[in-house]
């Protein structure tokens, strides 16, 4: 016998680390307990018709779930068949809010029948076009990219993954690949925006101010924070005030070194030359210290200035007071998403290619 093979006190054969070797359970181990060939079993799991009875149907699929059988994506691929695999490609310093569209994604492919391969990468041309080659060379029946956010490379990113693949769904577009031929859905930021300024001046704020004091200049300025500024704007324009986007420009964090203690000193600043009534927070981490910095400095929200964030995160109904803010939709965009892709894999032809929009659903709590 094999040194890395030895028997058990029951004389059973055992791999030599004494644990049982997991071994891939195959169509013809099904097909010789059911008596029929590995064909019938083949048709029968891929749904395919095929000439048997009722009864050894069920009894087929039945052991395949007994026995944990698992297509063998390998052997899927080489018989010219779909692997019924999508790929998804992010950042992976992506916010919170990109990983939890992600997640509704899956559960919406898992539901038809799809895997999800997730590819995170840093923001280069070559880092993305490594995952994508890869993934296209292990047969991804399609790519869903939210990769393509940055400003300075998204034209080159999408190229590419057109280039690789057949079916490609950009998620979260950017305006400047709307209207260009392509399947995208994205989120209008700036109609969440308009809103954010309506509502505070339908509860007769009148100094309201725009709070971002991050601005990454080193990829360019990412549209959904150009399009927040855009949406504030336009709010004011049709309140019939005035304001601007500035004060954010103008003190750089980065995206939140330093954490608290550093942005508490800017909303110091930020209060004492805006003198807002009403504050627009761009996302909820920043809503949330706003409050904070009010309660511990004798502010009182929203008497005395209103708040609202942006992407209904967990914690800003747990805020004191709760935070008003806006609802991304996730599950209703991951929809459509999922909803173009099959539309290509499954529709039996060539889908009209359009732009979906998901307009986020404002959530109005205590802080407003």
């Given amino acids: 016998m094999s040194n890395r093979f030895t028997k058990d006190s029951q004389g059973v054969i055992m791999p030599a680390s004494g644990k049982p070797e997991v071994t891939r359970v195959r169509l013809i181990d099904i097909a010789n307990k059911v008596g029929v060939s590995k064909a019938i079993v083949s048709k029968v799991l891929s749904g395919t018709p095929a000439r048997i009875g009722e009864p050894k149907r069920a009894l087929i699929k039945e052991l395949a779930l007994k026995l944990g059988y698992t297509a063998n994506p390998v052997a899927r691929i080489l018989a010219g068949k779909a692997s019924r695999t999508v790929g998804v490609i992010l950042d992976v310093d992506s916010p919170i809010e990109h990983f939890l569209r992600v997640a509704c994604v899956q559960r919406e492919l898992e539901k038809r029948g799809y895997m999800l391969v997730v590819g995170t990468c840093r923001p280069t041309v070559e880092n993305i076009s490594k995952f994508l080659e890869e993934f296209a060379s292990r047969g991804g029946d399609g790519l869903i990219s939210m990769a393509h956010v940055y400003p300075r490379i998204c034209e080159e990113v999408t190229t590419l993954a057109s280039s690789l693949f057949q079916h490609v769904v950009i998620y979260d577009a950017p305006p400047q690949l709307l209207n260009r031929n392509l399947n995208t859905v994205y989120i209008d930021f700036a109609a969440a925006a308009r809103q954010a300024v309506l509502h505070l001046h339908g509860r007769g704020r009148r100094r309201i101010s725009y709070f971002s004091p991050f601005y990454n200049e080193e990829v360019g300025p990412f549209h959904y924070g150009t399009e927040r500024e855009r949406g504030f704007l336009e709010g004011l324009e049709a309140c019939g005030l005035q304001g601007s986007c500035e004060f954010g420009h103008l003190h750089n964090l980065f995206g939140g070194a330093g954490g608290y203690e550093a942005y508490s000193l800017v909303i110091k600043q930020f209060i ?40 209904n995160l967990d914690f800003s109904g747990f805020t004191v007071p709760s935070l008003t803010t806006f609802d991304q939709r996730p599950e209703e965009s991951a929809k459509a998403v999922v909803g173009r892709m099959m539309a290509m894999l499954e529709g039996g032809g060539s889908p009209a290619v359009d732009d979906v929009a998901i307009v986020p659903e404002m959530i109005v709590r205590e802080s407003t």
């Fill in 272 to 311: 004492e030359e805006e003198r807002p009534d009403g504050v627009v927070c761009s996302n909820d981490q920043l809503g949330a210290m706003f409050i904070r910095h009010c309660t511990l400095n004798g502010i009182k929200v929203p008497d005395d200035i209103a708040v609202t964030g942006f992407d």
